[in-house]
């Protein structure tokens, strides 16, 4: 059994509204499930992916209306990266985000000041693009990167991440399946961190469905104490915290957000899985009126570069 790199990153927002527009409107990325967070049902839980909803693409977010900004610190991942297709794809998203531009990346924030990162894609992974009328398709971002994290003491960590299979050390470490994906840790800033609107709340990695179980077991046995399997409808879930800090999720590959939506249509309305049906009238007045993420699938096309 081996990871499969970065399956989604979940994030917390304080304004889903703006979210959307962000992620949708400027990032092109397409809203591929609007949902509820399974732990608290009264807050959105927002996925955006490319345009088949695949895990590698799939960003997701929390909405804790109001919340203040939070700060990345020790044992938290403070970057999100994507991979673009080439040099003028920067140049483009630079213009676009602004940021900081240096060979083979761009460094931005999100609007609740999220870091993210677009780097060069110099793997032989299939690009997960989502379509985007003002967005040429050969700048399209194209899938997860991978992540860095805040560690004072990393190598702490290395034993139990070459056991769950990453290879590398002791601070650059990349897991190698069907997708790849990179975990770097990067010293921490003073202070503590802060959980907030604008910081990752954990990362899950990819494995097969038939294999998730096994996971239980060979996350314990490095040293971790893991949740047993949480079926969260779309995917099957298990957490635990490294030994750096890191809330880490092994998520499955499948049953998939098509499983109780059309493909064409994914995102555009609130769903809920069965186990939470009968709450839809109580959150419908709870949760925060959204934009039609759709109609930026229908605006005019980019002129072309």
Same mark, same amino acid.
């Given at each position: 059994? !081996?990871?499969?790199?970065?399956?989604?990153?979940?994030?917390?927002?304080?304004?889903?509204?703006?979210?959307?527009?962000?992620?949708?409107?400027?990032?092109?990325?397409?809203?591929?499930?609007?949902?509820?967070?399974?732990?608290?049902?009264?807050?959105?839980?927002?996925?955006?992916?490319?345009?088949?909803?695949?895990?590698?693409?799939?960003?997701?977010?929390?909405?804790?209306?109001?919340?203040?900004?939070?700060?990345?610190?020790?044992?938290?991942?403070?970057?999100?990266?994507?991979?673009?297709?080439?040099?003028?794809?920067?140049?483009?998203?630079?213009?676009?985000?602004?940021?900081?531009?240096?060979?083979?990346?761009?460094?931005?924030?999100?609007?609740?000041?999220?870091?993210?990162?677009?780097?060069?894609?110099?793997?032989?992974?299939?690009?997960?693009?989502?379509?985007?009328?003002?967005?040429?398709?050969?700048?399209?971002?194209?899938?997860?990167?991978?992540?860095?994290?805040?560690?004072?003491?990393?190598?702490?960590?290395?034993?139990?991440?070459?056991?769950?299979?990453?290879?590398?050390?002791?601070?650059?470490?990349?897991?190698?399946?069907?997708?790849?994906?990179?975990?770097?840790?990067?010293?921490?800033?003073?202070?503590?961190?802060?959980?907030?609107?604008?910081?990752?709340?954990?990362?899950?990695?990819?494995?097969?469905?038939?294999?998730?179980?096994?996971?239980? !077991?060979?996350?314990?046995?490095?040293?971790?104490?893991?949740?047993?399997?949480?079926?969260?409808?779309?995917?099957?879930?298990?957490?635990?915290?490294?030994?750096?800090?890191?809330?880490?999720?092994?998520?499955?590959?499948?049953?998939?957000?098509?499983?109780?939506?059309?493909?064409?249509?994914?995102?555009?309305?609130?769903?809920?899985?069965?186990?939470?049906?009968?709450?839809?009238? !109580?959150?419908? !007045?709870?949760?925060?009126?959204?934009?039609?993420?759709?109609?930026?699938?229908?605006?005019?096309?980019?002129?072309?570069?």
């Amino acid at each position: 059994m !081996q990871l499969h790199g970065v399956h989604h990153v979940t994030c917390i927002t304080g304004d889903a509204p703006r979210n959307v527009d962000f992620y949708v409107g400027t990032l092109g990325l397409r809203l591929v499930k609007k949902t509820v967070n399974q732990d608290d049902p009264t807050v959105y839980h927002l996925f955006y992916a490319d345009e088949h909803g695949s895990a590698g693409a799939d960003i997701t977010f929390f909405e804790y209306p109001g919340a203040a900004k939070g700060r990345a610190g020790d044992g938290m991942v403070h970057r999100v990266a994507f991979r673009v297709g080439s040099e003028g794809a920067l140049d483009f998203w630079a213009d676009r985000v602004g940021g900081e531009r240096t060979d083979g990346s761009l460094v931005f924030a999100d609007p609740d000041g999220l870091e993210l990162e677009l780097q060069l894609d110099d793997r032989v992974d299939p690009p997960l693009t989502a379509r985007a009328p003002d967005i040429p398709a050969e700048h399209a971002l194209r899938g997860f990167a991978g992540v860095r994290a805040y560690a004072s003491a990393p190598e702490r960590s290395a034993r139990f991440l070459e056991r769950l299979t990453f290879t590398g050390g002791p601070r650059e470490w990349e897991s190698r399946g069907l997708r790849h994906g990179f975990y770097v840790y990067d010293d921490p800033p003073d202070g503590r961190g802060i959980p907030g609107a604008g910081t990752v709340h954990h990362v899950a990695w990819a494995v097969p469905l038939d294999e998730h179980a096994g996971w239980v !077991q060979k996350a314990a046995e490095a040293g971790a104490r893991p949740t047993p399997v949480i079926d969260r409808f779309w995917f099957h879930s298990i957490y635990f915290r490294e030994p750096s800090g890191v809330l880490f999720e092994i998520a499955s590959l499948g049953p998939g957000f098509t499983t109780d939506e059309d493909l064409d249509h994914l995102g555009e309305s609130l769903v809920l899985p069965p186990a939470f049906e009968h709450l839809r009238a !109580q959150v419908e !007045q709870t949760l925060t009126p959204l934009p039609d993420a759709s109609s930026w699938r229908h605006r005019a096309p980019a002129t072309p570069l």
